[in-house]
């Protein structure tokens, strides 16, 4: 052992010392010089014979002093290495620098009201989740009831907001009070809030009851922990019960993890961000200011998105972290997209600064000198700061098992009817929701635009409509504000597919397409764009399929089951959506899809 050879040698050299000290204390007193040598090297060399010249005298001399040096240096050693240094509580003690573990600086949910006594315990409507589809929900009450009172029960310390901007504007943005305050620049400059609406829109929890026009009420940070579905309640954590007439599930999804990241040390886990609300937004934001390296685990529309928007922002930070993507897919988004159009993707993707790591997965995770070292399997190790880990969304359905409702044993989320219900008085929208499609058979969906309509056909139904589930909705992604796409319908790359492809403008982009509707909600705008005149259809010529090596500007690519068309991708073609939800309306066969292509108009002026 180390420190205990220095012990030991501090302990001999000390002795010796002392020794030495004694002797010129003899010397002192008047017992002669010569007699204290041959004492001393007696001591020293077991009692040996000594010689009587004046240079035996001085060879003892040195051995004195060498005695004295051997014990300075021994001591300064031994005093180096920290063993005697005090460590009561009024002296701490020193410590070598060592990279500290990262401690989450997560502010913890603000419960409002703080009482649950100041919740009703009865209302007319009761939402339980505060994201997109209770909004779409309340708003669509409210419309039907104008004097409807609605409370809204979420988890979340926030008010409602949109989440698609979390993954692209807001890393655009070079107002840094903006970010902090949650608002962002759509790609037409236009500066919007986060959140759909502000906080003087809803009305306070405890006033609820008594507001004689009704309202909108928020009870943020609390947690439905069942429904009695009998007696139409809904019970609370801590046991507070609210009785309601109509209530809406929309409690979303929560973001996936992977095993080899849920079975890590907790020093491990608080380098990884499983992405999907404002904190983690917050959390993300701060991580990038100081690290050298960011590592986004997954592929499809979250990964990628988040893999540009971070390059990009990168390139104007001082310390210019490094971004890398690892996915087991051989191109980016190679779930969705036909792979001659997802390895032009990833082209795109490397263009932008990411290193990209394909066909890659993480088999080991570790922490060293405060950094994640991730194992992949093709035998390759990554080091990095943070870790980011987008691989999909699993339904938020804990209600079910303490509430008795059914949830589809493969696609996940609780089961719904045409008109979302799952009981009686009860619906459920958004994430969660698995309903049937009249068109496409059984479904969920996981996207903005499908939170949007599910939960204002809830709502409607909520208030008498009875009405059906018929909307094809649609999803978008874009890689920044130059390359886009829509989509709609069941777009899986395992499907055979048709792409008919034209060449790309100026006005061909999602920055394009905002400025001309004014409108950052992609899905909001296809709806207005619905309502416009129908556009010349391009001619024959002018299109063409897909070319190996091309620069694929903008086209549309269908996705057939049994010849059928049952899901179409617009690719940096904006507000057409009217027509690819015809297309999949008619549900036949076409003899010819160059011809389908053209009332897409994509080479149109």
């Known amino acids: 052992m180390v420190v205990g050879g220095q012990i030991f040698q501090f302990g001999r050299a000390l002795a010796r010392t002392k020794e030495c000290i004694r ?39 040195a051995k004195i002093i060498a ?71 309340f708003r669509a009450i409210k419309s039907r009831d104008p004097k409807a009172k609605v409370l809204v029960v979420t988890e979340e310390g926030h008010l409602p907001y949109m989440r698609p901007p979390l993954s692209k504007e807001l890393w655009f943005n070079d107002d840094k009070e903006a970010t902090k305050n949650l608002r962002f620049k759509q790609w037409n400059g236009k500066e919007r809030s986060l959140f759909f609406e502000p906080e003087q829109f809803y009305c306070k929890v405890e006033e609820l009851e008594s507001r004689e026009n009704g309202g909108v009420a928020v009870a943020s940070g609390w947690k439905v922990e069942r429904l009695d579905l009998a007696e139409k309640k809904a019970i609370l954590a801590g046991g507070k019960e609210i009785q309601y007439e109509k209530c809406l599930i929309a409690t979303g999804g929560k973001p996936k993890s992977l095993s080899v990241f849920e079975k890590a040390s907790s020093e491990v886990k608080n380098r990884v961000t499983l992405f999907r609300g404002i904190d983690d937004f917050k959390e993300l934001d701060e991580v990038a200011s100081g690290a050298q390296s960011i590592v ?156 949007v309509v599910s939960g204002r056909l809830a709502g409607e139904n909520m208030t008498g409509a009875g009405k059906p589930y018929w909307h094809q909705s649609m999803f978008w992604s874009d890689l920044g504000p130059d390359v886009g796409y829509e989509a709609i319908g069941i777009v899986d790359a395992t499907l055979p597919t048709v792409g008919v492809f034209a060449k790309a403008t100026e006005a061909d982009t999602p920055k394009a397409a905002v400025e001309a509707s004014g409108e950052g909600d992609r899905a909001q705008a296809e709806m207005e764009a619905e309502n416009a005149a129908p556009v010349k259809p391009a001619t024959q010529e002018q299109a063409h399929g897909p070319k190996e090596g091309e620069d694929y500007g903008k086209g549309v690519i269908f996705y057939l089951r049994d010849d059928i068309v049952v899901g179409i991708v617009l690719w940096n073609v904006f507000n057409r959506m009217s027509v690819a939800r015809q297309v999949i309306k008619e549900g036949k066969k076409f003899e010819d899809l160059n011809e389908v292509a053209k009332l897409f108009n994509i080479h149109g002026e």
Request: aromatic share 6%.
């Open 296 to 451: 986004v685990v997954g592929g499809g529309f979250l990964g990628s998105e988040l893999v540009c928007a971070l390059a990009k922002k990168s390139k104007t930070m001082g310390n210019h972290p490094k971004i890398i993507q690892v996915y087991p897919e051989k191109g980016n988004m190679g779930k969705v997209l036909p792979e001659y159009l997802s390895q032009w993707t990833t082209n795109k993707v490397r263009h932008e600064g990411v290193e990209v790591v394909p066909e890659a997965f993480v088999t080991g995770v570790s922490q060293e000198s405060g950094k994640l070292v991730l194992k992949l399997n093709n035998g390759e190790t990554i080091k990095t700061d943070h870790a980011i880990v987008a691989v999909g969304l699993e339904p938020n359905t804990q209600l079910a098992n303490t509430s008795g409702l059914e949830v589809h044993e493969e696609l996940g989320g609780f089961l719904v009817n045409a008109e979302l219900e799952a009981r009686s008085n009860l619906w459920v929208a958004g994430d969660c929701a698995c309903f049937f499609d009249i068109k496409l058979g059984r479904r969920r969906v996981e996207h903005h635009d499908h939170a």
């Open 23 to 61: 002797i010129f204390n003899l010397r002192k007193y008047d017992r002669g010089y010569l007699p204290a040598v041959r004492l001393y090297a007696s001591s020293s060399s077991g009692g040996g014979k000594q010689d009587k010249s004046g240079s035996n005298e001085g060879s003892s001399t």
């Open 67 to 137: 005695g004295v040096a051997v014990t300075a240096a021994t001591a300064a050693l031994v005093y180096k290495s920290g063993i005697f240094e005090p460590s009561g509580p009024d002296t701490p003690k020193k410590v070598r620098k060592t990279a500290q573990p990262r401690v989450r600086t997560r502010p913890p949910v603000v419960k409002v009201p703080a009482d649950a006594a100041n919740i009703p315990s009865q209302v007319p409507y009761l939402l339980i989740g505060g994201g997109t589809a209770s909004f779409a929900a």
